[in-house]
């Protein structure tokens, strides 16, 4: 069988995006790769690769143009995901920086978009990791355990998340946790909430992030919440409404992973 039969046609168009996004891929061809596959974890993230993205423009196509992005439809992320893991480099751990903002895009208040998205936009901020998975509830997200309890002018966080990718080079987290007891909501999926967690404040403060040497490519952690207080304005959406926005942000995601599939 010839090389061109294994070839998959992964989509004709933005054809201008899809030719710029390979340019730009060029420059980290396979061995910068297989370097970072010799380095120790610690070592082991792509930052100048996700530094060129995020200078280009590309981990912001989804932020509407009013706050620094490019404002392209989901489609637009898809082929720029697409395209990257089609060149032959690694779209993965720079991804999330791209879908995770939607749930404060959608959600949040006009201040917190303001505030935040024009910084994410830019990559001066890296919202990079999304708390929702744990050690205990598999994949029945109401049975989660971190609590976040409302005190004085504040949130006063605990509990552990599992398998979070990105935690170590994320400047912000969007974490999931119960507000309400589950004995106290009449729906389990009630309860939950949306916050947005600072970590460059919250290491070392009642934030502790563990490395997970299991996995290739995704910079995986754990992440522990000891008494972590929160401000309240960094409650994103309702209280109790956040299993919805989870799930909201979700649709996003697993169509731009499934593009970076594609491209594979």
């Not at 010799?38 to 690769?49: A, H, K, L």
């Not at 920086?97 to 959600?107: A, D, N, P, S, V």
Request: charged share 25%.
């Amino acid at each position: 069988m010839s090389e061109s039969e294994f070839n998959v046609n992964v989509g004709n168009d933005y054809p201008e995006l899809r030719q710029e996004v390979s340019k730009l891929c060029e420059r980290f061809p396979g061995e910068y790769w297989r370097n970072l596959e010799d380095q120790p974890p610690s070592g082991s993230y792509p930052t100048e690769f996700i530094k060129a993205l995020t200078e280009a423009g590309y981990l912001a196509a989804l932020i509407p143009e009013e706050y620094g992005g490019a404002g392209l439809p989901i489609r637009g992320g898809a082929v720029i995901l697409e395209t990257i893991n089609a060149c032959g480099c690694n779209a993965s751990p720079g991804h999330a920086q791209m879908y995770i903002m939607g749930t404060l895009l959608r959600h949040g208040s006009k201040e917190q978009k303001a505030y935040y998205l024009p910084k994410i936009a830019s990559g001066e901020l890296r919202l990079q990791a999304f708390g929702v998975t744990e050690p205990t509830t598999g994949s029945d997200t109401t049975q989660l355990k971190t609590r976040a309890e409302k005190r004085g002018n504040g949130y006063v966080v605990n509990g552990q998340k599992v398998w979070i990718s990105r935690a170590a080079h994320s400047d912000l987290m969007l974490l999931l946790a119960r507000t309400t007891p589950k004995d106290k909501v009449e729906k389990r999926t009630q309860g939950l909430s949306t916050i947005l967690v600072d970590m460059r404040e919250a290491k070392g403060n009642g934030l502790t992030i563990k490395p997970i040497r299991a996995m290739i490519n995704h910079s995986t952690t754990e992440v522990f919440f000891d008494n972590l207080r929160v401000p309240a304005e960094n409650l994103v959406g309702e209280e109790g409404m956040g299993f919805r926005y989870v799930l909201d942000g979700m649709n996003a995601e697993r169509v731009l992973i499934a593009a970076e599939c594609i491209g594979d």
